[in-house]
């Protein structure tokens, strides 16, 4: 299957636990987006990266919110001290220029109880 | 900051009948893009529109772009059970070369 994937699919965990998601985009893809859903809403801009650089980062992304990718391929997302309005789905979308089709992945979908 | 608005937020539809979806921006958009997301799926790309007053079919689906590029359309004619979804715009300003702006969607249950 050569589309987005995002590891794990599904993370429950603990207030105040940090977690992390990876996600892989399409191998020739220079662009990489993530996102946030919650039901009933569409997705939500976060960042996005081009190659290994990010370039643009959500004023409404708190600080406890961190994006790599560092060699320009995978990207992970990094949320510490989660909070329980951190529930979500975190999508992960890859495109090679800002004209083209974002391709989305499956999604982690993040519980924190 | 840029908004993006759907209405309608649901749309129930009788097999067979036609119905529209309706996308606003709060700013001029460069080009808007449509996805459709399935229940406990992810969103995927439909169609980019990026001239002024643009047209696009794809079989059942019309896609319009506004004249100022503040507004799109998505009329469905026939409608079948397959078109159940939800569907999404997603607007670029013409100050941000990245972001995309997704509306809330509209999500469309079909009755047989």
């Known amino acids: 299957d050569t589309g987005v994937s995002q590891n794990p699919r599904h993370k429950i965990t603990k207030r105040g636990q940090n977690v992390t998601f990876r996600c892989d985009p399409i191998s020739e893809h220079n662009r990489l987006y993530w996102y946030r859903q919650t039901l009933g809403q569409g997705p939500e801009f976060l960042t996005y990266?081009?190659?290994?650089?990010?370039?643009?980062k959500s004023r409404l992304l708190s600080d406890r919110f961190s994006a790599e990718r560092p060699k320009g391929s995978f990207s992970t997302l990094e949320i510490q001290r989660t909070e329980q309005g951190d529930s979500a789905m975190y999508l992960c979308a890859s495109t090679q220029s800002h004209y083209d089709t974002q391709y989305f992945g499956p999604g982690t979908r993040l519980t924190v109880l | 900051g840029q908004q993006v608005m759907q209405i309608p937020q649901y749309q129930h539809v009788q097999e067979g009948e036609d119905f529209t979806t309706y996308c606003n921006s709060s700013t001029t958009l460069s080009n808007i893009q449509w996805y459709k997301q399935r229940p406990g799926g992810h969103p995927v790309f439909l169609i980019q529109l990026v001239k002024s007053g643009e047209v696009k079919k794809q079989k059942r689906l019309t896609f319009q772009f506004g004249e100022a590029k503040k507004n799109s359309s998505l009329h469905i004619t026939a409608t079948q059970t397959t078109d159940v979804g939800t569907y999404f715009c997603?607007?670029?300003?013409?100050?941000?070369?990245?972001?995309?702006?997704f509306g809330a969607g509209t999500q469309v249950v079909v009755t047989p």
């Open positions: 990266f081009q190659n290994e650089a990010q370039l643009e």
């Open positions: 997603a607007g670029r300003g013409t100050d941000s070369w990245g972001k995309l702006q």
